[in-house]
């Protein structure tokens, strides 16, 4: 049986993607999960704690997706298997990572609201490339780092809010391409 929590958390998720964390009320939350003022407040002292709640849960969620990096395996397959799990878990989750780039990322109340949990947790994967890289080439490991990083959230954000036929698979294909090169020349 769901609780009235995580209700309460996936109708806030849906109104706040569909109409603005700033056009929804706690009000508009209560009516649609069916609910009491009361019972929300008895939980979540604010809207921004309600939001900060769902930020939490929708992060956790995608660890569960398969977001979290093996470090115990040799850095080319650790790198190849971390795009094609993120590009996967996007394809396969698309509106469910929709929904979080539109409150964490495009909502500059929401951003300005969630910046210390966001940059918590992009902190946290890139750590985790990071140590990837360093056993690579620690000379570059952070530049490598971020790079990395900012490829796979341009083809997300591509595929997710700009092309209605992004070609997803063929621009997975070609990024583990340039990495399988650029591993292979830097372990040699």
């Known amino acids: 049986m769901v609780s009235k929590m995580a209700i309460v958390i996936d109708v806030a998720r849906e109104l706040f993607a569909e109409k603005g964390y700033d056009n929804t009320s706690m009000a508009d939350i209560c009516n649609k999960a069916s609910v009491s003022k009361g019972l ?5 002292s604010s809207k921004e704690e309600l ?16 977001g979290e990096i093996n470090l115990n395996k040799p850095p ?15 394809k396969l989750h698309k509106t469910f990572f929709k929904i979080h780039l539109n409150n964490s990322v495009f909502q500059p109340s929401t951003r300005k609201i969630l910046q210390e949990h966001i940059a918590s947790t992009t902190t946290t994967y890139l750590e985790q490339v990071k140590m990837v890289f360093n056993r690579v080439d620690k000379k570059n490991a952070d530049v490598l780092s971020y790079l990395l990083i900012s490829k796979i959230d341009g083809v997300v954000l591509n595929y997710l809010t700009v092309f209605k036929d992004y070609p997803i698979d063929q621009v997975k294909k070609a990024l583990i391409e340039e990495y399988k090169i650029l591993l292979n020349q830097n372990l040699s």
């Open 76 to 90: 080319k397959e650790i790198i190849i298997e971390y795009i094609d799990t993120i590009i996967e878990q996007v």
């Open 51 to 66: 939001l900060k709640a769902i930020y939490i849960s929708t992060v956790e969620e995608m660890k569960n997706l398969g």
């Open 40 to 44: 929300i407040y008895h939980h979540f």
